[in-house]
């Protein structure tokens, strides 16, 4: 089993292979992966109906500068749960939540994991059935609303740089119809700030340059402090960095199963994993992270490069990076394999695109632990289905 090396080298010619006891060289072939990251148009006879939705679903049109907002007199501020901004209490009984997110994923993911949450079962008609118009004069929002026979939802979603923001309303049916006049004017007051001016309004104003790394997993502890460059040890890109509302969203997706190899310890429970696991062999100490976040999480090149950076190495143009992988077949499609080796740790990595979410399987550990641990690893990999 052979996987390329992701170096800071931009053009690849030759790629070192780990797993064996000798480099050898070989030639990159100029053919596309067949892999759901392949660039290449969407067929629409060829796919299911709802992964061609998924995939065509496009992002609200995008703001510029950062939302504010003003609650109305009457509403009710109430302490906000772990990963929500501010939330509210209104006359009816029902509740608003303000959450932002990184990336935020697509209005399909998104109305997908709140249709799970209601019970309800996701069709790709529903991005058309269930759309709400937004009040006029607004913002750019995009707004859903689907309920079930006690609980009910009202969200506008509003994108802009790398981030969404969604209100979402929340209650009974009737606590959430009586509550859509105040709703819809709370959403025409919404403006913004433009970060240019640096006017950055008040404690509504959730900068996401503080959360470099929106969807970073814990990094670790190294087995040598000398092993990280003390400017990685204090970067925020090197440290979990959760942003608001994200919890919710990783707790609604589920459904993997995997077999765990024998040699592989359980590590301690994380809220924003779906497993972590402890590994040790003759070259050291590694940690496998198992996590899934709605839609592409930005793609395969800002996952690769997002990766690298808590590598300590530079980005990779995105040909490179296609130039640089391994894709292998596993029952739930088809995994993207990636080795990068770095100043800072190396991670060992492996990245499963689904119809509506994108589970990571990352190894982190010294260059020789991984390397190891690479035969077991992509044994484990082909176990992973749904």
Known sequence: ???????????????????????????????????????????????????????????????????????????????????????????????????????????????????????ITFSPEMLQSTAKPAPQDSLPFNRYALANDTRAFDIAVLRGGQSAWFFKLEGSPEQVSSSEAAFMTFLSGIHTHDEDNGAHGDSNYNSTDEKVDAYADEKPEATSASQIPPTLVSAPENKMQPMPGMAEQVASIDGATWTVPASWREGPANPMRKGTYLISNDGGNAELSITAFPGDVGGLEANVNRWRRQSGLPPLDGTAIRDSIEAIPVPAGEMIIVMIEGSAQ????????????????????????LKAEAETFEAFLKTVSF
Request: hydrophobic content about 40%.
């Open 1 to 119: 089993m052979t996987y390329p090396k992701l170096t800071a080298l931009s053009t690849i010619t030759a790629l070192s292979f780990i797993g064996c006891s000798s480099e050898v060289e070989v030639k990159v072939v100029d053919k596309p992966i067949n892999s759901p990251y392949a660039e290449r148009p969407i067929e629409p006879a060829s796919l299911e109906p709802e992964r061609v939705q998924v995939e065509m679903a496009q992002a609200s049109e995008e703001i510029s500068g950062m939302p504010h907002w003003d609650a109305q007199s009457d509403w009710e501020q109430v302490p906000a749960p772990r990963m929500v901004n501010e939330k509210y209490t209104l006359p009816t009984g029902a509740s608003l939540a303000i959450s932002s997110l990184g990336g935020g994923g697509t209005d399909a993911a998104n109305l997908a994991r709140w249709a799970r949450q209601l019970g």
């Open 346 to 369: 190396s991670i060992l990595g492996g990245i499963l695109p689904q119809a509506l979410e994108t589970w990571f399987f990352k190894m982190t550990g010294p260059a020789a632990a």
